[in-house]
């Protein structure tokens, strides 16, 4: 008597696995959807096909002038030819290995507070956020311990437009928690004068701000105090930004269940020691991706510092398009402009998505 | 006051404060040993950068002899580019101590902005500059055309009243930069392009194919322009405004910058009393004596520094016209220096 | 003393160490610093400013501008007041701002959808255009539109034409202009009269429903009424309606309406900036509805048609509608960014051309600020009336 021995399985239909069956119920489930997908398919078509033949088959990328672009496609030695400006604006030649510098501190500590397991996380971040700002002002302005003094009109390109996120960001941060404290706070002027603050600039557009920064601050300011153009817009960002902030913040301080506060009152701890020690540490790892969400905007509303007059990447490789020796490369310009900031946005808002996904785990 | 004031503390502490005394421009100026001086973004001929950030251009010498006068030395100068919009305020607010930057002399800017003007540097009025395809031969046919302008000119408002006085119809089309405008006219945006006519001049040689558009033969403003300071301090005025007279005096005694040495060796009178010889006229203002001797070696006379910038040694060959000496028949005309 | 009441305890706290006395000291600190803070921006800025012989006051509105304006949705020349510069810019603000928001809804309604959509390519092209768009500056992309793209349209004379009525060239796109006749105003009538007669139908209708359970068709005879009504009026009267066409004359097109290629291009970017961001809105408002809900609503035999209408829609809203409006607002915002291309907005009008003309910064800004402040404290305003209309109400 032989052992029951069933038959193999028979493969599945062959169009319902693999890439055709994948098609068919990606793609083609029904008439609308594959008429979709052969509209989506061209219009990807018509996109890609140029892009590939302008911006890269027929591209010229280095040269000199614009004698150099001779293949009638795109002419990106534009952008190779000024790529230092597009950097450092109008910093000294000599002088750009102090803004390397500068930039390669602020990348390392970066990726060490960015890495999981590095140890010591906390000096860093101490480094990062107390000594590193000075470090890098008198690496970048100079003017003291024998460093050349390099005027702040001299900053630009994309080194400006880092410099303002990053001031704006970092200052506006400890504003903005004072700001969501005050705004939950029991007592009522403190909070109304709070809340005025922050739907104040929230209510208004940056632009008028950073106008307001540039023409009338130094009206506000008594005679002989006076900063000069980029400190007035840093000034700017950093209010505007601070009721932002505030409201990240006031979003990660209700995400604290309130028996943390209750048990924290318990144990006899002050109002700022419950903050400082129970509130604070926990509600900020929850707020890191809103941060990291309100420096992306932050990031690109770098650019409106154009209008009052601050030479940022938008801005110097705008100037630049206006150079008669370089007349009519206007998409490259944006292109590239453009590249630059979505790789920095998306990079930092895929960041940003890991860490929610990673910091989700405990509270749900 | 927690809230406001931390962000200026924190930017106070990043970034020098130049603790300015009520003491006067000149004294700052002095102390600072370098001369804040704001300039036009860009405009060939009058203030413009190369690719190296050096400035030049009829309104650049201005800030170069000033500091020339004040500090014995034309390169202790900041330049500050500003557009139209921001020019004033940044003079007022003291973020400059100059403005030679291609500014109409106006009765309401001298009353109301807290501002003097020190004088005349050039002689302007406005003009139209049109594509040659066009075929306009007159701006009185000029009747609906789009106009690109910059904004915040006087140049705006003389628009207006002519076509108003003319019956004629215009579209503005406005832009923050002249560069913007010449993109604008260059792209087809508007028909016509007005500004200054030296301005036209320059911003013409900006154009891909400069002889494809032409100047019309209409002038239709009085535009006077030249540096503005800050009211309420007179010696820092009387400074400005002697050290534009020191370069037109110059030409009119024929002092150069090449012969500037020879010519206070030999000494007339009147040139004594200009370099500083005899008479101590620096004193008066406040600074050496050799003041105007600094200005004539570094920066050079009136008539060497329009040749130089605008006139035929350079792209944009402007006649001197107006701006030609009293005694060759132009405007230029400095009070006599004694 | 470990017997003694805790009430006498009480008492015997230092002043400074009670919460209630020390929130007051606090208070009046901060007041006090507040105070200061105002009284030394304000005194600094009267002082400076009379000491710079900047004029001030509000004065200035009633002199005549002097300026011409591109676009003005009210009668403008250069003979009216800088008042008048300030509702022209103001209106200018609001045209574009409304039309944004119209534009960008619907197309992040599409494109929210087509973030869901069952069809691999479409959903995937949909993010694509969401994570591009989202991560570009808005002013690199108006200045994308307007100097890269609508420069390069044809002259006035080569315009793209459309049944010789529409030209579109880098001027602008111009369009008939309708300009009513005597009796249009009865046409007016009957739409305003079509659209009451529907909200009524509609309430009739839903009391019908909740007392037998059978509605009455509303749909078709609401649109009947709203537009062929005005219709049959129109007709009846002999069509009191002509076209103002632009002609091209020397230079420009003359006539009709014009759309201008600065509206233009600030239209796109807004919108299309704002639509990514309306996408990621509306789909996570889809996504929030619970699959439960849709498989109820099947079982208990709605169509699709109402089970959208009446189950899906009405919660997805409830989520939508506040992120929603802080994207109506940023879109607002952001529409001050005009300035940059020169389209006549409050900015680029008030706080550009006329700030300049008069100097009076501080007025003008502060004027600038509060239009854009009341908008927002407005919309917001409103929106958290309907939010609180439509919001679940727990019993």
């Not at chain 2, 004033?88 to 500014?103: H, I, K, M, Y």
């Not at chain 2, 006085?165 to 604008?184: H, I, L, R, W």
């Not at chain 2, 008066?284 to 050079?300: E, F, H, P, R």
Request: hydrophobic share 50%.
């Amino acid at each position: 008597m032989s052992a029951f021995k069933p038959l193999p399985d028979l493969p599945p239909p062959a169009n319902t696995v693999g890439p055709i069956g994948w098609a068919r119920s990606n793609l083609f489930n029904g008439p609308v959807n594959s008429v979709l997908t052969l509209f989506a398919l061209y219009l990807m078509y018509l996109a890609l096909d140029w892009f590939i033949t302008w911006g890269l088959i027929n591209a010229d990328w280095f040269g000199e002038s614009r004698e150099a672009c001779t293949s009638g496609g795109a002419c990106w030695v534009f952008v190779t030819a000024r790529i230092t400006q597009f950097t450092y604006g109008f910093y000294p030649e000599d002088l750009i290995w102090r803004v390397d510098i500068v930039f390669a501190l602020f990348a390392a500590c970066l990726i060490w507070l960015m890495v999981d397991r590095s140890p010591a996380k906390g000096w860093v971040a101490a480094f990062t956020l107390f000594l590193f700002p000075f470090i890098a002002y008198f690496l970048l302005r100079g003017d003291a311990f024998g460093l050349e003094s390099v005027d702040t009109h001299k900053w630009g390109g994309l080194m400006l437009t880092l410099i303002i996120a990053v001031v704006g960001i970092v200052a506006s941060l400890p504003i903005g928690i004072l700001l969501a404290l005050g705004r939950r706070s029991d007592m009522p002027f403190i909070r109304s004068v709070c809340i005025v603050y922050i739907e104040f600039w929230r209510g208004v557009p940056l632009i008028t701000v950073l106008f307001m920064a540039s023409v009338m601050l130094p009206l506000f300011m008594s005679e002989g105090v006076e900063f000069d153009k980029l400190a007035r817009a840093m000034i700017g960002v950093v209010m505007f930004q601070s009721a932002y902030m505030a409201e990240v913040v006031r979003g990660g301080l209700q995400a604290i269940p309130k028996g943390q506060y209750e048990a924290a009152q318990a144990l006899g701890l002050s109002y700022w020691k419950m903050m400082g020690l129970i509130i604070l540490p926990q509600a900020l790892k929850l707020m890191i991706p809103g941060i990291v969400n309100t420096f992306i905007a932050l990031f690109k509303d770098t650019s409106l510092v154009l209008i009052i007059g601050l030479f940022d990447l938008l801005a110097i490789v705008q100037s630049a398009l206006n150079d008669p020796k370089w007349l009519g490369y206007s998409v490259e310009g944006y292109l590239f402009v453009g590249f630059v900031f979505w790789a920095f946005c998306f990079g930092m808002s895929r960041y940003s998505m890991r860490l929610e996904r990673k910091l989700n785990t405990g509270h749900r | 006051m927690k809230k406001f004031s931390l962000p200026v503390v924190a930017v106070t502490g990043l970034l020098s404060v130049s603790g300015l005394s009520n003491a006067g421009t000149l004294e700052d100026v002095k102390k600072n040993g370098v001369l804040q001086c704001g300039v036009g973004t860009g405009l060939p001929g009058f203030s413009i950068a190369d690719e190296k950030g050096n400035w030049t251009g009829l309104d650049v010498d201005v800030c170069r002899a000033v500091a020339a006068a004040v500090l014995g030395d034309a390169t202790k100068v900041k330049y500050t580019p500003l557009n139209a919009k921001e020019r004033f305020t940044a003079l007022q607010s003291g973020e400059v101590d100059v403005l030679p930057r291609n500014t109409t002399w106006t009765l309401t800017r001298d009353a109301s902005l807290g501002l003097n003007f020190t004088g005349v540097n050039y002689y302007d009025g406005q003009g139209f500059l049109v594509s040659k395809g066009l075929g306009v031969k007159s701006a009185k046919e000029l009747d609906g055309a789009a106009v690109c302008i910059q904004a915040g000119t006087t140049t705006e408002l003389n628009l207006a009243d002519y076509f108003r006085a003319n019956g004629m119809k215009y579209q503005p089309v406005v832009f923050d930069t002249s560069d913007q405008t010449v993109k604008g006219f260059e792209a087809g945006r508007c028909d016509v392009l007005t500004s200054d006519q030296s301005q036209l001049y320059a911003l013409r040689i900006k154009l891909a194919k400069p002889d494809d558009a032409v100047v019309l033969p209409e002038v239709i403003s009085k535009e006077p322009l030249g540096p503005v300071v800050r009211q309420g301090d007179d010696a820092w005025f009387n400074i400005v405004k002697w050290s534009l007279f020191a370069m037109i005096d110059a030409e009119e005694q024929g002092l150069t910058s090449a012969n500037v040495d020879d010519m206070k060796a030999k000494g007339t009178p009147a040139s004594n009393r200009l370099l500083g010889v005899e008479g101590g006229m620096g004193a008066t203002l406040g600074l050496s004596d050799d003041w105007a001797y600094q200005i004539i070696k570094q920066v050079g006379n009136y008539g060497e520094s329009f040749e130089r910038n605008v006139g035929q040694s350079s792209p944009l060959k402007i006649e001197r016209g107006l701006n030609a000496l009293w005694t060759k028949g132009g405007l230029q005309y400095a009070p006599p220096i004694r | 003393m470990a017997d003694s009441p805790s009430a006498e305890q009480s008492t015997k706290t230092k002043a400074w160490n009670d919460p209630a006395i020390r929130a007051i000291v606090f208070q009046v600190l901060a007041a006090l610093g507040v105070v200061l803070f105002f009284y030394y921006i304000i005194n600094n800025a009267l002082t400076n400013m009379e000491a710079r012989g900047i004029t001030t006051g509000f004065g200035f509105l009633d002199n005549p501008a002097g300026f011409g304006i591109i676009q003005s949705l009210v009668e403008y020349d250069e003979t009216y007041s800088y008042g008048r510069t300030f509702v022209v810019g103001l209106l200018n603000t609001i045209l574009v701002s409304v039309l944004g928001i119209i534009i960008a809804s619907i197309m992040g309604l599409v494109i929210g959808i087509a973030r869901l959509s069952s069809n691999w390519l479409v959903a995937k092209l949909a993010t694509a255009f969401i994570e591009i768009f989202r991560n570009i500056p808005l002013l690199l992309q108006i200045f994308f539109w307007y100097f890269a793209v609508l420069r390069t349209l044809p002259a006035a004379r080569d315009s793209v034409t459309l049944g010789e009525s529409f030209f579109l060239n880098n001027r602008g796109f111009y369009v008939p202009k309708p300009v009513t006749e005597d009796g249009f105003g009865w046409v007016w009538l009957a739409l305003l009269a079509g659209i009451i007669g529907s909200i009524v139908l509609a309430r009739v209708s839903r009391l019908r429903q909740t007392e037998t359970g059978i509605p009455l068709p509303v749909f078709l005879p609401s649109l009947g009424m709203i537009l062929g009504l005005p219709l049959i009026i129109f007709l009846l009267l002999g069509a009191p309606l002509s076209f103002d066409y632009p002609v091209l004359q020397r230079f420009n097109f003359q006539g009709g309406v014009a759309i201008i290629p600065e509206l233009m291009a600030l239209l796109l970017a807004l919108s299309i900036y704002t639509a990514a961001f309306i996408a990621e809105v509306v789909r996570s408002g889809i996504e929030a509805v619970p699959k439960g809900q849709t498989e109820a609503s099947s079982a208990l035999g709605l169509s699709n048609g109402q089970r959208l209408r009446l189950i899906i829609v009405p919660q997805a809203l409830r989520v939508i509608i506040p992120p929603l409006t802080n994207q109506y607002l940023n879109l607002t915002k952001n529409s001050s960014l005009a300035t940059a291309i020169g389209y006549p907005d409050l900015v680029s009008v008030f706080a550009g051309t006329t700030l300049n003309q008069t100097g009076q910064a501080v007025e003008i800004i502060f004027m600038t600020m509060a239009v854009y402040l009341t908008l927002s404290l407005l919309t917001s305003a409103l929106m958290n009336w309907y939010n609180n209309r439509i919001a679940l109400v727990e019993r």
